[in-house]
């Protein structure tokens, strides 16, 4: 995938070229909900350093942020409804290379762990910030109470990782080094890919949510809580 420049982000903006903002936000869509082996993390970085360093996205830092937000939870919305019409078909799926039960596994983990704080969380946690959004759609996650997180979220992670390589993208050191720091930016898109990966070939899938209805009552107990569950409605 390396040689083919999927996890190189700045592929990405030279193949977008003076549409880059607005192939960034595009890429970023698909892989919040769609296909989760795409660099989020590092185009959003890269943006935001390269709108401080060049004119190869020539926009200003606050369009770039309100743009990348909107578009990280769109994807999000999407996502849940497609959780919420055929997620369960989806994961039943024993042959599906992306859509797997143990990334589903993963997901609800994660719910049980941090609750509603997950859909913000999330976020920073590469391929679980793209299923949690389906696993939040199959539970039936209230969606103004979803929309909510997800919207937290979406700004503290497409505005502030964007910030973050506006800010240092200003550091003389890094301007003078910038082919450095887009390799750190590559080996930074990987790492945490290698990390889920390993993590999961390590530990045993967890039985509790080998059954759907257990799967679900995971959100559902949640939504309990709120006093808002759909089988009080």
């Known amino acids: 995938m390396l040689l ?17 903002l607005w192939g960034v936000a595009l ?9 989760p082996f795409l660099p989020g993390d590092s185009l959003l970085f890269l943006v935001g350093l390269l709108i401080s360093q060049s004119d190869a996205v020539n926009q200003p830092i606050w369009l770039a942020c309100v743009v990348l937000t909107v578009s990280a939870v769109a994807s999000n919305i999407v996502g849940y409804l497609v ?16 859509f797997k039960q143990e990334h589903i596994d993963q997901t609800f983990a994660f719910f049980d762990k941090y609750g509603n704080r997950a ?41 502030g990782v964007t910030l973050a390589g506006y800010w240092l993208g200003q550091i003389d050191f890094l301007e003078r080094h910038i082919d450095l720091l887009l ?5 930074l898109s990987v790492v945490p890919i290698a990390i889920e990966f390993l993590r999961a070939r ?6 509790r949510y080998d059954e ?22």
């Open 4 to 20: 083919d420049g999927l996890l190189d982000p700045q592929t990405w903006i030279d193949r977008f070229g003076a549409y880059a």
């Open 27 to 35: 890429i970023i869509f698909i892989e919040c909900w769609l296909f």
């Open 83 to 98: 959780g919420a019409k055929a997620g369960p078909a989806i994961f039943n799926k024993p042959d599906s290379r992306i």
């Open 119 to 159: 859909i913000v969380l999330a976020r920073f946690v590469p391929i679980v910030r793209t299923f949690i959004t389906l696993a939040a759609g199959v539970g039936r996650m209230p969606m103004r109470r979803f929309v909510t997180y997800s919207a937290i979220g979406g700004i503290l992670w497409a505005t």
């Open 183 to 187: 390799i750190a930016i590559v080996g």
């Open 202 to 207: 390590s530990t045993k899938r967890d039985e």
């Open 212 to 233: 759907e209805h257990e799967r679900m009552r995971v959100l559902r107990d949640e939504a309990a809580e709120d006093g808002d569950s759909p089988a009080s409605r």
